[in-house]
Structures are given as structure tokens and as C-alpha cells.
């Protein structure tokens, strides 16, 4: 292991780096804070940064779905200073891949702000319309602005207008401040709320996927915003809320990091800027058909993982796991939007407080929530936290038929990423 020191922080590598101050040991661990380590993976199939969590992780050479199993104690961890294991377990080292050009910005320091965010939401249907009146109830501790966008200027004055008059009789909170946004503006902003949504179905006329039967008309129009966050060089989180979130989140990814010839330079958002916020309602539906049938161990103990739709995955106890109640509930929360439809109505209440307004206030706080990160490449829906060293994922002692599931939804994903509409 060779100690370096870049832009002032301290670095560490298994891999000589040329042109960098080279520093001993007992310098690098006597500096407080987060410390950096660097390794060298496919751009395509890792994160630029991540928060390791464990000593496997310190010079990671590949991610896939292993990355949510719980990492047993190597051999090669007992080679680790135990001053180096104390910072892992703080979560104060972030590594780094090297391979991205533009990778020194992690060095800079992270992103996330230090006081309340500024939120911006791009397009005013009804779970961005109601996104903003939450976080306006909701996120007045941790959200300063809330930006709104949308191309009928009639639903930014609307939502600026009815937002605005949700107000608590408490003279102590004050909420968030609503404006409306142009183009040149929508980037001004801690966190970019993709909300567009293109041909949702009519109720009483939709497939038997509504989500993705949106994919192709969300898609193309999401490919202008990735690109325009590129010319920002946004460096805030993007978030997709339209359906289906989790494989408009590669498009995001890929079409931010093509250069003028739609060749990927990976100069665009790195991969844990981008987050899908779909889950969180899967397991707020998962939560209430178990209570339904009595399976309140649900509430403490189980889980939801993949896709918001086709390839969720739920687990009615992460610690004892019945695969015959976890496959029902995964059947009903996966068409729980279909049953509201056949009330009459949209489903959009919960997406856009179960997914949207509590999640965001969670990933704020820096705490436990659901949304989709990248996980080698795929962007899987499960439990982390993002803080200051970056994501931290919640991992698991994986019974083998829950994680045969997973693997499967996880190949599912990774399937539709070859599909032509990812790459032009």
C-alpha cells in the first residue's frame, strides 16, 4: 500500500500513481477526516466513488450484486493497518475510480451541502405537483427552495400558487420558498427532480406493465435533460421519478457521458449522482398487505429490493425469510398499481410521498431509505444511506433462494440495458 497526498487529502493505493507526492504512513494516519483510496475498474460496470464499509472494499476490482452481501473477514484484511480499519468502520474513506477522467473532483470534497437543500422538480403532473406540496409540508427543516418546471407555464403557476398556501399555523416553521423555473435555471440546484412523464396510459385502457409502456416517450425526453446536465456540468444528485425509474436512470447515465459524436467519455454525471426513487412506495405497499395478513414482522424486518415494477423482489423478514408469504406480497405490491386503476383513479398519492417527499427528507438526513443507486452498472432498487464518504448499501446474510431472486431480477436489468435505446 503506497500513501500519497492529492489536493492535500491523503490517498491511498495499491497501484504506483505518477506525479503524486508520495508520504509515510505515519502522516497519513494521524490526519482527521476522510481519507481517499484509489482503484482501477470498467467505468461502464462501477461507481466514481463509494463509501467503503469493509476491507474487501478498499481497492474493489469489480462490482456486481455480491455488493449487498454481508463481506466476511479475509486473509487480506489482516494485512490492513487497524488505523485504516477504525476509519472504515466511522465511514471516513471513500474510494475512488480511477479510470474516470475527472475523478480528482471527488477529492474536492463531496457535493452534498452543508446546510438545507434546494430542490428544483421538472414537470408538474400529478406526482410532481404533489411532490411539491409535500416537500412544502413536510421538508421545511431540510429544504430552503423549491424550483418548479414544467412546459405548460400554467401548471408552474398553479402548483407555484397552491403549493405556496400550505402552511402550518406554527410561527416556528418556516417552509420552503417556491419559485418557477426557466431552462437556463433548473440546474441552480442541490437536487434535480426528473418528474415528465410521456403517454401514461388512460385508466381502463393500460397494459399490463403501465410503467413500461412509458419507457419510450419518457426516455427520449430524458435524454435532453441528461445531456443539458452534462453542458451544466450539473454537479448536484439527478433524480428520476418517472416510470420506469430505474432503466431511465442508465439512460440518464449514458446520454450525459456521450460527447458531441456518441462516444462515451465519461465527462458527464458520475453514476451516484444519479438516483431512481421508485421503492420507496413498493415498500410502503409491501408494508400494508402484510399487514393485511397479519405478517407484522414485515414492518421491522423485511425488505424490498429491484425495480419499481417487473423484478421487484419482496422479503417479508431479512432474518427469516418464508418464501411462500414474501412471493405473495411481491405479486401484490408489484400490482398494486393496477388495483388502484381499477377504482377509477391514477395511482399518485403514495409515489409521490412514499417515494418522493419522506425518501428525499431521509437522504437529506443522511439515514436508511429505498431508492435505486448503481450497482455495478445496474441500477438495483434496495436500502442505503448516502453520506459524506458517499453511498453506503445495506447488506445482508442472504438466504439462497432470496438471492437467486435477486440475481435474477439483476440480470433482468441488465438484459434491457442492451437494448438500442441506451446507447442512441
Sequence with gaps: MIFYKIKGKIVLSKIPRD??????????KNT??????????????SRRSFCVTNPSELFLEKEDLKLLKNQSSTAEASDIPDWIKNKISNREITCIN???????????GPALPQGKWRINIIGLGDVGGNLAAGLRLAASDYVSEIGLYDIDPNRIKRWKYEAAQVLSPSYEMIPPKLYPLTEDTMFDCDMFVFCISVGVPEVGKEPEDVRIAQFEGNAEVLKQ???LAREKNFKGLFIVMSDPVDLLSNIAYNFSNMDEDGNMDFKGLAPEQIRAYGLGVMHGRAAYFAEEEGALQYLTEGRCFGPHGEGVVVADSIKNYNEKLSDYLTVRTKNANLDVRTFGFKPYIAP????????????????????????????MGSRNKLLKSGVELETYDFPDNLYNKLQNTYDYLADWYEKPIFHK
Excluded at 507526492?21 to 497519513?28: Q, V
Excluded at 482527521?32 to 460496470?45: A, C, F, H, Q, V
Excluded at 409521490?352 to 441500477?379: D, P, R
Design 225 to 227: 435533460y441528461s445531456k
Design 352 to 379: 409521490a410521498f412514499s417515494s418522493g417527499v419522506l425518501s428525499f427528507i431521509e437522504t437529506i438526513k443522511g439515514n436508511w431509505h429505498y431508492s435505486a443507486t448503481s450497482i455495478g452498472g445496474i441500477f
Design 98 to 108: 480511477a479510470t474516470f477522467p475527472n475523478w480528482e473532483e471527488v477529492i474536492d
Design 19 to 28: 506525479s503524486y507526492e508520495i508520504i509515510s504512513e505515519e502522516e497519513a
Design 32 to 45: 482527521d477526516g476522510i481519507i481517499y483510496s484509489l482503484t482501477n475498474m470498467n467505468p461502464r460496470k
